[in-house]
């Protein structure tokens, strides 16, 4: 299953920002097992090194950005993409519509994400982390009945 995860999942699980750490935590976590096929837009990754070095040195923000490629593939950005974004009036918000455009060019069955409701008029459906990890949850219970 591929799914495009949005940044503020992301920036729960690296900053350990409560209630929210756990659920995006075990996204991250499900990305990284490959159990599902997680990317980011590719302006996620700056948006995130503006925020993390309010938080981490520089050096320690390349190095957290560097390991989220081991996690995720990036979906790029182009004037196409970029384009029709800022033609869709649906989406109040310029960088959500970037988002889903990003998960459309991927195919991708969900946007994770926090901000459901940022997502109403998206060709991509979005689901909320804890609802993404129950998708895994039944599995994640076998495996350790049978360890």
């Not at 869709?88 to 994400?113: G, H, P, R």
């Not at 689901?127 to 495996?143: H, T």
Request: charged share 30%.
């Amino acid at each position: 299953m591929k799914v495009l995860v949005d940044t503020n999942v992301v920036m729960d699980a690296l900053l350990g920002r409560d209630p929210y750490f756990e659920a995006s935590n075990r996204v991250l976590q499900i990305c990284g097992d490959k159990k599902a096929e997680g990317y980011l837009a590719a302006h996620t990754i700056t948006n995130l090194f503006y925020y993390l070095r309010k938080h981490y040195q520089n050096e320690d923000c390349r190095d957290i950005l560097l390991n989220l490629f081991e996690i995720f593939e990036i979906e790029q950005i182009d004037s196409a993409k970029l384009k029709t974004a800022l033609e869709n009036k649906n989406f109040k918000d310029f960088e959500d519509c970037l988002q889903m455009e990003c998960a459309s060019a991927n195919d991708a069955k969900y946007i994770v994400t926090r901000n459901e409701k940022d997502f109403v008029h998206s060709i991509i459906p979005s689901i909320a982390p804890g609802e993404f990890c129950k998708l895994f949850a039944d599995e994640k219970a076998e495996e350790s009945i049978h360890q």
